[in-house]
């Protein structure tokens, strides 16, 4: 069995499914499987979990969470620096093992560089979309105790 390890600089397991949950919803994806998602976050090295309808693509990871819909480039809504850089170095070095040279598409590349400003400049590990901040506060507000009123 693999090994097992918690990852710092990453969001918690509910807060991707929170996050993969309101894109599956609010885009017609299919939903991410809990179970699948946290065997695979356990591990040292993960593997996506994908799904996949008529609508599109969504993918979960520990380190992003991404969906792409029919036509569309992919959109990200969670990525740590660490996958940026993995992205980013994976496409050079594929690039540099081929006669023709690969790029990653000019709407990543550009995503890429708006998320990447944006942990420097909060000194954050992770970047968040809109959409995926509104998962995790809708996330958080179901999750309350029901002795505790709601702020707003």
């Known amino acids: 069995m693999p090994k097992q390890r918690e990852k710092a600089g990453v969001l918690d397991s509910a807060s991707i499914l929170a996050i993969a949950d309101f894109l599956a919803e609010r885009h ?46 992919t959109q990200y809504a969670y990525v740590t620096a660490d996958h940026v850089q993995e992205e980013t170095s994976s496409y050079n ?15 990543l590349c550009k995503a890429f560089s708006i998320a990447s400003h944006e942990m420097v400049m909060t000194k954050a590990t992770y970047w968040l979309s809109d959409e995926a901040r509104a998962a995790i506060y809708r996330h958080s507000q179901c999750n309350m105790p029901k002795s505790l009123p709601a702020l707003m």
């Open 28 to 73: 017609g994806l299919p939903k991410i499987k809990p179970r699948s998602f946290l065997k695979q976050y356990k591990l040292q090295y993960p593997d996506p979990i994908m799904t996949s309808n008529t609508n599109g693509i969504l993918w979960a990871d520990r380190e992003y969470v991404a969906y792409e819909l029919l036509g569309q480039p």
């Open 93 to 107: 070095i594929s690039s540099n093992q081929r006669e023709r040279p690969i790029r990653l598409e000019k709407e």
